[in-house]
C-alpha cells in the first residue's frame, strides 16, 4: 500500500533527534556526566561520524565519547562502528569510511589475485553475517547512545550493489537504530533509483542521497520523480565548490525544502576559488545564512557537520568538530 507525504513528514517530525530519552548517561564509555545540546534556536546541529576517521579508537564506544566531547547531541552514523558493535567479523571491517590509499609497491598478477580472492572471501563473509545478525545489538547501541543523550538520525551502510536481502538488512539496522533515514551516494541508474525508493516507502525509512561535485539545482530531480521514498542528503560545501550550479544553497533550500532528510555542511572555496576545503570562516559557503534560513523557516531537517578541512597540528578532530558547532551556535545567535 503506498503511503501519503503527509505520512513520511509525520514520520520525519517524529524521528526528530531528542536529548536523553532513556536515562542517565553511560558511564561505562568514559563519557561527560553533561548531557550534549545541540539543538540551537529551533535548528538541530548534528554530525556525521566520519569526521573522526583520524581518530585512533574507531569503536562505537569512543565515538560516542567523541560526538559528546563535541558538544552534538545527534549524528548521521557511519556503517563501521555501529556494525563493529553488532559483532561483525574482522575481516568485513574498514570499508564505507572513504579513505583514501596510496597505490603502494607493483603487485604482480598472482598477488593481485590473491587479493582479489581474499576480498572476495571478505565480501562474503560479511555478506553472510549481514544476513544472520540479530538486531539486538544495534537497539543496544541506540540505547547507549540514547542515554548519552545523542540520538541517531541516520545510518550510512546502503549501496546500490547489495542485494535485496541485504537492504533489507540495512533497513532493518535503520529501524533498530531509530534513523528516519539512511543515507548514501547518490547513483546515477534509474532503475536502482527506483529499486531504493520502493524498498524506503515499504519500509517507512527515508533513503536520502550524498551528493560531491555532481550537487546542483537538478541533480536530485529524477531520484525525486521516480518515488517519494527517494531524498536528498545534499552537501552544500560541495554544491559551492561544484559553481552552485542552478542557485545558491539557499536557494537550493527553498526549492527542495519538502525533499531534503538532512543536509552537510563544511566550509568550502568556490569553484573560481579553487574548491579547497578549509576552516570554517575562512571560505566561501554560506554557513550562516543557510542556517539562519533553517531558523528562520523553522525547516527540521539536520544540519550536518562534516569535518573535512585539514586538521592542525597540536588539534584533533574532536576539538576541531566542537569549533564548527560553536561557529553555527554563533550563526543561530
Not at 500500500?1 to 520525519?12: D, I, N, Q, V, W
Not at 560526538?67 to 552534538?72: E, L, Q, R
Not at 533509483?193 to 546542483?216: D, N, P, S, V
Not at 523553522?298 to 569549533?323: C, H, M, N, Q, R
Request: charged letters at 20%.
Amino acid at each position: 500500500m503506498p503511503y501519503t507525504r503527509r505520512e513520511f513528514t509525520k514520520l520525519a517530525l517524529t524521528a526528530t533527534p531528542a536529548l536523553g530519552l532513556l536515562g542517565s548517561p553511560l558511564s561505562a564509555a568514559g563519557v561527560s556526566q553533561v548531557m550534549p545540546g545541540s539543538h540551537i534556536n529551533g535548528v538541530q546541529i548534528g554530525a556525521i561520524t566520519y569526521s573522526y576517521r583520524s581518530m585512533a579508537d574507531q569503536s562505537a564506544e569512543a565515538t560516542l565519547k567523541y560526538v559528546i566531547d563535541s558538544g552534538i547531541s545527534a549524528i548521521e552514523l557511519m556503517g563501521d562502528p555501529a556494525e563493529s558493535f553488532a559483532g561483525r567479523p574482522a575481516a568485513g571491517r574498514g570499508g564505507g569510511g572513504g579513505g583514501r590509499g596510496g597505490r603502494g609497491a607493483q603487485r604482480t598478477p598472482e598477488e593481485l589475485a590473491a587479493q582479489r580472492a581474499a576480498q572476495q572471501a571478505a565480501q562474503a563473509e560479511l555478506r553472510a553475517w549481514r544476513l544472520s545478525a540479530s538486531m539486538d545489538r544495534f537497539k543496544a547501541l541506540r540505547t547507549m547512545y540514547n542515554n548519552a543523550g545523542v540520538s541517531i538520525y541516520a545510518v550510512k551502510i546502503l549501496s546500490p550493489n547489495m542485494s535485496d536481502e541485504e537492504f533489507e538488512y540495512v533497513f532493518d539496522v535503520a529501524e533498530a537504530l531509530g534513523c528516519s533515514h539512511t543515507t548514501l551516494e547518490l547513483p546515477n541508474d534509474e532503475a536502482q533509483l527506483k529499486r531504493i525508493g520502493e524498498f524506503a516507502m515499504k519500509r517507512k525509512i527515508y533513503a536520502a542521497y550524498h551528493t560531491h561535485l555532481q550537487g546542483t539545482m537538478t541533480a536530485f530531480d529524477r531520484a525525486f520523480e521516480l518515488s517519494p521514498g527517494n531524498m536528498a542528503n545534499v552537501d552544500l560545501g560541495h554544491y559551492v565548490a561544484a559553481g552552485n550550479i542552478g542557485g545558491t544553497p539557499v536557494e537550493f533550500l527553498q526549492k527542495h525544502h519538502a525533499r531534503i532528510s538532512s543536509v552537510h555542511i563544511k566550509d568550502r572555496k568556490s569553484k573560481e576559488n579553487g574548491g579547497a576545503n578549509v576552516a570554517w570562516g575562512t571560505g566561501d559557503t554560506p554557513i550562516r545564512e543557510i542556517l539562519q534560513a533553517m531558523k528562520a523557516r523553522a525547516w527540521k531537517f539536520p544540519a550536518t557537520v562534516e569535518l573535512e578541512y585539514p586538521i592542525p597540528e597540536g588539534s584533533d578532530a574532536v576539538a576541531e568538530t566542537k569549533k564548527c558547532v560553536e561557529y553555527c551556535r554563533a550563526a543561530l545567535a
